[in-house]
Nanobody, 122 residues
Framework: QVQLEESGGGLVQAGGSLRLSCAVS????????MGWFRQAPGKEREFVAT????????IYADSVKGRFTISREKGENTVYLQMNSLKPDDTADYYC???????????????WGQGTQVTVSS
């Protein structure tokens, strides 16, 4: 299995920024589409952003467009999620995922990290 590990979560005030990292095993970034999902307490997991293996296709959820940026770091085998202008509604556990097909559906991803908490205070 591909191993994924998220980091960079924490507590931040509204309007602030955080940068999440997802470290992946082997050469996953050269093979898989990578995605970020989030899950707030009592809510279902929702799509945040995805980036194709080539880096040429990037899709964002409408709720984060213009505020979040997903990027790949091949040399470090890492995918990032830069989150700016954070809102309290962004509070959730954030999960990194890897799959073979670019999709906004969680079921399209085969491998998942354990998540990192993001809390945005008002």
């Amino acid at each position: 299995q591909v191993q994924l590990e998220e980091s960079g979560g924490g507590l931040v005030q509204a309007g602030g920024s955080l940068r999440l990292s997802c470290a992946v095993s082997e050469r996953t970034l050269n093979t898989y589409t990578m995605g970020w999902f989030r899950q707030a307490p009592g809510k279902e997991r929702e799509f945040v952003a995805t980036i194709s293996w080539s880096g040429l296709t990037i899709i964002y959820a409408d709720s984060v467009k213009g505020r979040f940026t997903i990027s790949r770091e091949k040399g470090e085998n890492t995918v990032y999620l830069q989150m700016n202008s954070l809102k309290p509604d962004d509070t959730a556990d954030y999960y990194c995922a890897a799959g073979s097909v670019a999709s906004q559906r969680a079921s399209a991803y085969n491998y998942w990290g354990q998540g990192t908490q993001v809390t945005v205070s008002s």
